[in-house]
Nanobody, 127 residues
Framework: QVQLVESGGGSAQAGGSLRLSCTAS????????MGWFRQAPGKEREGVAG????????YYADSVKDRFIISQVNANSTVYLQMNDLKPEDSATYYC????????????????????WGQGIQVTVSS
């Protein structure tokens, strides 16, 4: 069973940067989408950034566009999320996810697209 392990979370000041990493326990170069989601207390999990077809096409939520960058290294099945110009509203638990099923298409920012999830990592941004 594939496991996804996130790292790099923590605390930052508003305007600062953090980089999240997600590494798969086995090679998953055939995944259609890999993505980052976040969930704040009392809110639904939302797609932040997704990457399609091994890094060919990135997708971003409007709230993070021009601030966050998603990238993927297929050789070690690692996906990164570079988060710049952080805002307090970016505070949440962030989850890495992979689509290993290649079934119905919902989009790389949609929760039902994904079959495998990491355990989550906390990001806290203070003003």
């Amino acid at each position: 069973q594939v496991q996804l392990v996130e790292s790099g979370g923590g605390s930052a000041q508003a305007g600062g940067s953090l980089r999240l990493s997600c590494t798969a326990s086995v090679y998953i170069g055939g995944s259609r989408c890999m993505g980052w989601f976040r969930q704040a207390p009392g809110k639904e999990r939302e797609g932040v950034a997704g990457i399609y077809n091994g890094g060919d096409i990135p997708y971003y939520a409007d709230s993070v566009k021009d601030r966050f960058i998603i990238s993927q290294v297929n050789a070690n099945s690692t996906v990164y999320l570079q988060m710049n110009d952080l805002k307090p509203e970016d505070s949440a638990t962030y989850y890495c996810a992979a689509d290993l099923r290649r079934g119905a298409w919902y989009g790389c920012l949609s929760v039902p697209q994904y079959t495998t999830w990491g355990q989550g990592i906390q990001v806290t941004v203070s003003s």
